[in-house]
């Protein structure tokens, strides 16, 4: 198993350290030292649970939590299948006759 970092002890010997390197350090005299006793705990991260109002089909309540209109949703027996809007579809302009093309292109081979 490979060491996570390393770290030198009381005697200034390297020792391999397995786990999260947390607090503060210093390089002194070349070798990497903690001058701080105190670690720096793991951040947490948390995501947001808000929405815009949304009204649910299923119950016809508004919901302004993600996570409630889901858990609603799924205890009406359904399940959310996708949030994509289909994208617009670009218009073309112009002129476009394919069989007045093709006879012609057909008629110049020919003749």
């Avoid at 947490?44 to 609603?72: C, F, L, Q």
């Avoid at 069989?99 to 020919?110: G, H, S």
Wanted: hydrophobic share 30%.
């Amino acid at each position: 198993m490979e060491p996570d970092y390393y770290e030198y002890n009381k005697d200034g010997d390297l020792v391999p350290c397995f786990g999260k390197a947390f607090g503060k350090f210093v390089l002194r005299d070349g070798k990497l030292v903690r001058i701080s006793e105190n670690p720096v705990p793991p951040m947490h991260y948390a995501g947001n649970d808000s929405m815009k109002a949304t009204k649910n089909p299923v119950n016809g309540k508004i919901y302004e939590s993600r996570s409630a209109y889901e858990a609603a949703v799924r205890n009406a027996g359904c399940r959310i299948v996708g949030n994509d809007l289909p994208a617009p579809t670009k218009e073309v302009r112009g002129d476009f006759n394919i069989q007045k093309e093709f006879r012609e292109a057909v008629q110049k081979v020919l003749n």
